[in-house]
Structures are given as C-alpha cells and as structure tokens.
C-alpha cells in the first residue's frame, strides 16, 4: 500500500517562504517521478512542480519559475518544495503525487498514481 504524507504547510506573510515536505511509503517511489500540485478554492487542482527519479529533469508551471525549487532525496523516499518569494495567489492545498514507475514527467493530474491527502499553504497580503 502507498501512503504520502505532506507537512510543512502554514500560514505566511508574502514574500516569505515554505517548505513543504512529501515522505512516501511502499515501493511505488522506486524508479518513479514525484509531483506537486495544488487547488486554490474555486479552481481545479493545477499542476506546480515535478521531479524524475535520478533528479535529471524538473519541470515548472510557469507561475513559479525561479521562485519554487523542487528536489527529492530518494534514500529517505521524500520529496521537497521550497518555495519563495509567496505571493497570495499561491494560497492552496498543496499535494504531492507519484507517477510510479515511469520516467518521463508530465503534468496531467490523471498521469499520476498516488496522491498525498494535501497541506495547507496560506499566503496573507
């Protein structure tokens, strides 16, 4: 069975910073690309950030290019997003997710396999 806790999320002033952290159980991480998506209240969850396994290739949503920095430490099975410079459109629940066994990245929430139950990030003004 495949379990992703998400912590890290808070209550911030823009401009400041987070780091949310995605430990992941069960053998699903191997060889997989991690993600990190979020939904604000009222939108569709939308795709931020994703990591391929040997950490080779990241990809961005243009939203937070150069402000979040995605990175994964595969002996401890977790997956890392720091994220500066918050804006308050940044302001959501946060998920990680694990496209299992499959190299390439992409950003399509049904091209993941597992999903994290989601943290809270809140950007005030």
């Known amino acids: 069975q495949v379990q992703l806790v998400e912590s890290g999320g808070g209550l911030v002033q823009a401009g400041g910073s987070l780091r949310l952290s995605c430990a992941a159980s069960g053998r699903a991480f191997s060889s997989s690309v991690m993600g990190w998506f979020r939904q604000a209240p009222g939108k569709e969850r939308e795709f931020v950030a994703a990591i391929s396994w040997y950490r080779e290739f990241t990809d961005y949503a243009d939203s937070v290019k150069g402000r979040f920095t995605i990175s994964r430490d595969n002996a401890k099975n977790t997956v890392y997003l720091q994220m500066n410079s918050l804006k308050p459109e940044d302001t959501a629940v946060y998920y990680c997710?694990?496209?299992?066994?499959?190299?390439?990245?992409?950003?399509?929430?049904?091209?993941?396999?597992?999903w994290g139950q989601g943290t809270q990030v809140t950007v005030s003004s």
């Open positions: 997710a694990v496209r299992s066994r499959v190299s390439t990245i992409v950003t399509t929430l049904r091209g993941y396999d597992y």
